[in-house]
């Protein structure tokens, strides 16, 4: 059915002709609802039994008699099948905006639109979002979130499912994801405060920031810097120019092509290596397998619980004869010269998993935590 209630007449406002139709569509208090249009869409949840809207038309015409040619062109239909509601904005050929306020117990909203920014807040239900063009802003959400964006920034607040968010170029940034978090774009930051889930985030330029997560973390960026600052499971972390820090984690998996590494407080599997740039590692008491660091022009720094059973196996090139680029505060490791390399191997603790060090032109250091 054709949605009615425009306001008598377009008003001049500046360069454009602008009309404004309002209505409402009874729904299902826990339906679904689907919107479909051309310009930017605000949606809110409320506590409503109906979808309310507020669709403001603008166009470009040399006097009122050719604006209302254009605005009537502009249509906004109502559909029901089931449990979804569907408005559409059909044809046009100007600026269409739309206004709604929807029940907030709705279990499921999507809107797809041409091009221009969304802006979805206070739904309990899952949100799916698509523009052809325009920033995205989703908070205080009850459901699992998708964004997705032909250009623009994605800003979420709090939603307590998963989320997905995609944009062609822009940042992304959120603050509480409940479950597993899934960001990636084209050219721009990423920072996640807080994620219940596993995170996953790629840029392929720009930094990458995530305080906190609650289960493994995968970030990768072709140039920028990563920075975790607590996981709950593994960190995988890779970038082409940048520096990587990460806080504590269980296991780090990460790699720089042009930049320093630090780790700190971290257990299980250790493996970080650098073409450029020192690493300092702070290995955390407990469970502890085989690590390998490494690095091709700078130092590398390892802290080592006093208690800690490990294996210590480093290799350095030497600069100069005789000159030993290994130094160790545990008497156990011994440093000798080997050809044109600086060996130094011991088994701390009795010994246990292999702790791998190579580095070439700075020193090794291995110290003890205090």
Same mark, same amino acid.
């Given at each position: ?11 001049r ?7 404004t ?24 949840g ?6 309310e809207?507020?669709l ?38 100007g600026?269409?905006e ?32 698509? @523009?052809?063009? %325009?920033?995205? $802003?989703?908070?205080? =959400? &009850? !459901?699992?979130?998708?964004?997705? *964006?032909? +250009?623009? #920034? /994605? ?11 995609? @944009?062609?170029? %822009?940042?992304? $940034?959120?603050?509480? =994801? &409940? !479950?597993?978090?899934?960001?990636? *774009?084209? +050219?721009? #930051? /990423? ?11 790629? @840029?392929?330029? %720009?930094?990458? $920031?995530?305080?906190?997560? &609650? ?5 990768? *960026?072709? +140039?920028?810097?990563i ?6 499971g593994?960190?995988?972390?890779? @970038?082409?120019? %940048?520096?990587?820090d ?8 990460c790699?720089?092509?042009? +930049? ?5 407080k ?73 050809g ?20 070439s ?6 110290r003890?935590?205090?």
């Amino acid at each position: 059915m054709c949605l009615a209630g425009a306001q008598p007449g377009p008003k001049r406002q500046g360069a454009f002709w602008v009309e404004t139709v309002t209505g409402s569509e009874a729904v299902p208090p826990s339906g679904r609802l689907k919107v479909i249009t051309r310009g930017p869409v605000t949606l809110a949840g409320a506590d409503t039994g109906a979808v309310e809207y507020t669709l403001t038309k603008k166009v470009k015409a040399r006097n009122e008699a050719a604006a209302r040619r254009l605005l009537e062109q502009f249509v906004l239909k109502a559909s029901r099948s089931g449990d979804m509601t569907t408005l559409t904005v059909a044809n046009g050929n100007g600026l269409a905006e739309l206004l709604i306020r929807a029940p907030r117990s709705l279990s499921w909203s999507g809107i797809e639109t041409h091009g221009g920014r969304i802006e979805v807040t206070d739904l309990n239900g899952a949100v799916r979002a698509e @523009t052809g063009g %325009g920033a995205m $802003r989703l908070d205080r =959400i &009850g !459901g699992d979130v998708a964004a997705y *964006t032909a +250009g623009g #920034e /994605i800003v979420v607040g709090t939603v307590r499912g998963s989320a997905r968010c995609v @944009t062609a170029g %822009g940042p992304i $940034r959120a603050q509480s =994801i &409940g !479950g597993e978090a899934n960001c990636e *774009t084209a +050219g721009g #930051e /990423i920072s996640i405060l807080e994620a219940g889930g596993p995170v996953r985030a790629s @840029t392929a330029g %720009g930094s990458i $920031r995530i305080a906190r997560a &609650g289960a493994t973390v995968v970030a990768d *960026t072709a +140039g920028g810097s990563i920075d975790v600052g607590q996981a709950r499971g593994m960190v995988r972390a890779e @970038t082409s120019g %940048g520096s990587i820090d990460v806080g504590a984690a269980v296991g780090v998996r990460c790699e720089s092509a042009g +930049g320093g590494i630090r780790l700190s407080k971290v257990s299980g599997s250790v493996r970080a290596s650098t073409a450029v740039g020192s690493i300092v590692a702070r290995l955390a008491g407990g469970e502890f397998s085989d690590g390998f660091l490494s690095t091709s022009a700078g130092d590398i720094t390892v802290f080592l619980p006093s208690n800690l059973a490990v294996t210590i196996r480093a290799r350095n090139t030497a600069v100069a004869q005789g000159v030993r680029r290994i130094v160790s505060e545990f008497p156990e490791v011994s440093v000798r010269m080997d050809g044109p390399l600086v060996v130094g191997e011991g088994a701390i603790n009795g010994g246990g998993p292999v702790l791998r060090l190579t580095g070439s032109g700075g020193t090794i250091y291995i110290r003890r935590q205090r």
